[in-house]
């Protein structure tokens, strides 16, 4: 046994601790907190524009990675203070403070676990500018006879620069507060009470002792412990009187003045010491001279120590009165104006105030008493060298010094020299173990009536070398080094529990941790643990004997090239020489732990070793060290019994009785072959495979470490599903795959003593896990029925006085196991198997007892009907959701399932799992609802066939949805469906198709409730918070926004929130829509198979659909006309301001909940407003011609979607007070002026006011016939004939035309004389232009009849 570093807790919440005491680096400016506050609808965009500067992205994570590297030792800057009884840390800084206090959980592996943290944490600074300088925890110990020694709460000291003193409890509740001195406090050291070692020992008192630059203040233990009981329950009685006033009980200290000594840093408090009568008249000599008197009886004087500068350690002497008064007679002093040099009444503590005296006392400065000159006995002078710190021993004997030329001194307290010296420890941590004697030891040798021998330890972490050792004193050597972090902080109270005498100790086990090791970067708190011999240099000593044979024999265990003779002849050497059982046992343990030992060798070694204790006495003999190795040696047996059976199986009758077993299941197997086949094919490709996972053979050490004797029962220790399998294998593995003989594997499996339930579990752990291989193995179904018989046939296994009446225990575990398993077609042969042993067995156990057993038989198959429902579901759902998905697609990795899954999973698990695997195979709705529409009108139950991979998805999709009837009806898959895309799409909103494949699904939806609850869910969670962005983004540039724009502020590129925005106006349509038809449709129940109806778990989509509220249609329209305009303004590049369109009542609507009633604009509308709605809905008409006509130019088919934007625009006329026809009008000259004449005349006749338009055709025939005679290259002499025939009148309109505003001037003359007779046809005969027109019309006949 040598020196560990054992972990006994662990610190959590540190990063919230640090962002809490550091706050002041992390704080935004105020111009950034007044942005953040005016954009009420936004999300983090620190990554948006990466995309333009990567290598600006890479230096700034490299200059992040920087700075928290540097500023990675923050601890280095806070005070720490850890409770010797480790429940208590206290992290400071500055002027806040938090308190961690212990809690206690269980781990992933069973085991609890200790953690602290924060119990309370704020601000503790009171006086303006103080900080918080050094702080200490205190336990006070619990007065209750019942104590065990734990102590009763922790009292934090805190002390501040303002030379305040503070005493806090746990929840950071205020006791007393005190101005001692008008200094920073340096340093807070308590001294509490320990047990004499020695008669004769003078019991030292308890102290708190307050260092400041020139003073040292100590307050009596007993006193304080007094006053810090009564003020705790004057706080609870305040606190449960609703009052604030706390006054404090009386407490006397003494204060002296540290004198010669240049600066003082750090001090120790050795307490009481007895001069003898030579160190008498020594000091009586040096201090008065030859003619000195001396006293008959030596003074008691009260010894510190300082470490600081000129000089480097001092030596004070306080002598101590005859007797000290009571703190009655402190107060009685005071009263009668008698002071003490030595005792002082702290001010504001004596007596007990009125509330106004309390007030007068706030508003004044406490009194400082002064302090008692105390000057310096002698010292260690030494002018370069500062002393930082100084660490007493636990027995108060010895002092650590460390100084600031990175060396440690250790100095002998009574004779006041160095004795030792440490170099190379820079900014030291210091700390001290005092380990006792174990009673056993030396028992044999002495009589056990002697005292114990204690030895100490000096602990120095040295943080710049990250390295902490272990030292013997006074000149012992190094026993023990650990590398750990240069971050680490060595925390030494230095003290225990206050309040504890040689009275109420008596029996008490106080635990306490001496030393302690925090590390900031896992937070882990670790223990030095030091066995006593390493204290003792004796040669001779046979435990040092003992150790140095363990040693020998870890190195032998560590060479690998080694003869296994030669190891185990060494190893039995060794084991037989080692006298100490403990370092015997843990001998064997190394041993057998080795991975490179044999078995054999193992074997004979531990033989040996029984053999040469059952030959020694008795009763010398440690009978726990003969158990572990008997115990050993029947595990050692067992795997070689086991590794001898693994051996191929030739016997006939086996082989019989498989094909005889293998019968019964051939008719189950025709029935669910496809889909097994299909899930085989799909599971069973090839993959990548390690040396490792190749099915070696199960090594020794492992073996052993999962089996344990347990009152003379083999027992399987509980480990993770992995070594459970490696065992599982190791036994069973080769009776399943017919390689061992069945029935010898069992027999000797049952005479280990593993009880039938643990082989059970280890059969159906390794069944399970290689599901791969059982699925090639088609005998191993009957080797799994011969297995299961034979193990159900055990003793123990069916508990024989089951009368039938309940559920048989055994077999629940077998089902349990399987519905756990995500193996979903190993799961399902397992039931099988074991159902048909189950109804053998059941049947058997009913014929021998002559009981019918109807209602025990009916109860135990019912239980497995649904179990096998339940698992050919699975399968069948586990076979799709294993499909691969298509090579670039999204999605993530392929999903597992269990019964148990699906179970916890609600009512909307299956539907959720079909949902991600429709994402990730990109099936589109069409597909989906073809699908489904095939299912509807083929009701069969044929299972897929073989399929190719094109059909395997529907035709699996389409068997999966018959064996889910409900689960995944229509509406239910839909509603995921759409769910599912919209949360993708919120994962990377680039890709727009996900969104709109998400309103397509919806859309799909019957049912209005349904469709209601999902789109007013996809609109308040994804949609509003993009969509509000993009309308501020566009109203404040004024038209479409670039794409760096949009990725800025809306989290996608414009080309995606052209998408968007189209999206948006489907779904707020579909909300409208299912808002209509919510009244006339009842809501639907969510209902589930009755095999699955034990479903419980979270509440599903469609549920929570159902539960959402009723919409206001208008607000929601009113939401979809801003839409609109949006996307059309993203659509065709148009200048727009979205919410400049709207009036007052109309902007503070936008974004508001869908559920509530907001006022909305009504009446008629401002004229202007109304104006600049005309026209961009004029804008959007024109744009929508331009981009039509380019699409017919190049050839490209237009979409029915692209056209729907002149009804988009006519139905937004109605809301938009916008005049109708003026829009049909500009839509009809629009298309003429494109040259889309066929287009045009099928508008016209929806045109109202012909007059009108009428007079703005005839403008543009005149620019037509005015680009042909005129404006045209090809001017032909009968062109210029035909003008000089043409009525000045006319002449004169045409050449005032302007054919540069026709976007396509060069139309056939054929058109352009149906548009004049359109016109003609139009206009009235009484009408202004009526002989104009007709004019033009003899004019364009002109022109046709022209060769």
Known sequence: MSCSLLEFGRVQELRQVREFLFATQNTAGPDEEKTKAENELTWDDSDWGSWENPDTKENENQAEEEQQQQSAPWLQDC?????????????????????????????????????????????LSVEEGECISSVICIPLASQKRSSTGRPDWTCIVIGFSSGYVRFYTESGV????????????LRLKCRTYEIPRHPGVAEQHEELSILYRAALVTIDGFSLFQSLRACRNQVARAAAVGSDVIQPPPLAYKKWGLCDMDKVADHSSIGITNLSVFDQMKNASVLGGFHASIKGNPPAMCQYITAGAGPYTGFYYAVEGSSQPLLSHVALAVASKLTSALFSAASGWLGWKSKNEEESAQKQKPKVEPATPLPVRFGLPDSRRHGESICLSPCNTMAAVTDDFGRVTLLDVARGIAIRMWKGYRDAQLGWLQVSEARGEREIATSPSMPRRHAQFLVIYAPRRGILEVWGTQHGPRVGAFTVGKQCRLLYAGHRLMGVNSVTSQGWQIHTQQVCLFDPVSGLLRCITIPFHLALSDKKSERAKDMHLLKRLTSLLKSREVEPALLESEAQN???????????????????????????????????????????????VDESLVQFCSSQLKLLQLYTDVQLLHTPDTSPTESEHVRNAYTCYKKYLARVGPVLQQYTEINTRPCVSFAQDSGELLPVRTFLSLLEWVDGELRVIKQTDTDWSQLGSFLFWGCLSGQSPLQKVCETLQESGISPQQLLSLLLSVWLNKEKEVLKCPAAVSNLHTLLSTLSAMKGAVDASWDGQSVSPWWQQVRTTCLQSESAAAALLAAVVAHHVAKSTITKLAQSKFQEGWECVSLELEQWVVCIKQLEDVLALQTLLCLPPPQGSAGGAVSRCSVKTLLESGRGGVADCVSKLIFRQGVSPELLKDILQQRVENQSTEQPSQPGEEERLKELLEFVCQRFPSSLSPDVLFAHCSWEHVVQWNKDPE???????????????????????ISAMMWHTFIVKRFSAAAYLMEKVGKAPKDRLCRRDVGMGDAAVRSFMGSCVQLL?????????????????????????????????????????????????????????????????????????FDSKGKNAFFRELTSIQLL??????????????????????????????????????????DMWPSVCMELTSLLQVNTDILRRHLVCELYNQGLDLRAEELMMEVEDKDVLGSQLLVLTGQRLSFSLLHSQSQTKPNMELLARLPPTLCTWLKAMDPSELRC??????????????????????????SLALHLLEAVDSLQDEP
């Open 1161 to 1202: 604009p009504s009446g008629d509308m401002d004229p202007n407003l109304v104006s600049v709605r005309q026209e961009f809905l004029m804008a959007v008409l024109t744009g929508w011609v331009k981009a039509l006509a380019e699409a017919e130019e190049n050839g490209v088919r237009h979409s029915g979607t692209e």
């Open 79 to 123: 005070v720490l203070s850890l409770s010797p009884c480790s429940d208590l840390l206290v992290i400071a800084r500055e002027q806040k403070a938090a308190f961690l206090s212990a809690k206690w959980r269980t781990d992933e592996g069973g085991q609890e676990e200790m953690t602290l943290g924060v119990s309370w944490s704020g601000a």
């Open 1069 to 1141: 349509q579909a909300l409208m829509e299912a808002d209509s038809g919510v009244e006339e449709v009842s809501a639907p129940d969510v209902c589930v198979e009755e095999a699955w109806s034990a479903a419980e778990g979270p509440v599903s989509i469609v549920e929570l659909a159902m539960d959402q509220r009723s919409v206001h249609y208008p607000l929601v329209q009113h939401h979809c006309v801003l839409a609109s305009l949006m996307h059309a303004a993203m659509t065709f590049s148009l200048r727009l301001k979205p919410l400049s369109l």
């Open 574 to 620: 060794v084991l037989l020489d080692i006298k100490h059982p403990a370092l015997k046992k843990q001998a064997l343990e190394s041993l057998l732990s080795n991975r490179n030992a044999p078995v054999s060798c193992l074997t004979n070694v531990t033989r040996a070793l029984l053999a040469s204790l059952k030959e020694q006495d008795p009763e010398a």
């Open 991 to 1013: 890709v727009g198709q996900y969104l709109d494949w998400s309103v397509e699904f919806l859309k799909m939806i019957s049912n209005p409730h349904i469709q209601l609850g």
């Open 1305 to 1330: 001037p060069s139309v056939p003359l054929s058109q352009s004389g149906r548009l004049i007779n359109k016109v003609v046809e139009m206009l009235p005969e009484n009408h202004a232009q009526y």
């Open 174 to 185: 205020l006791l007393l507060a005190q101005l001692l001195h008008e200094d920073p406090v």
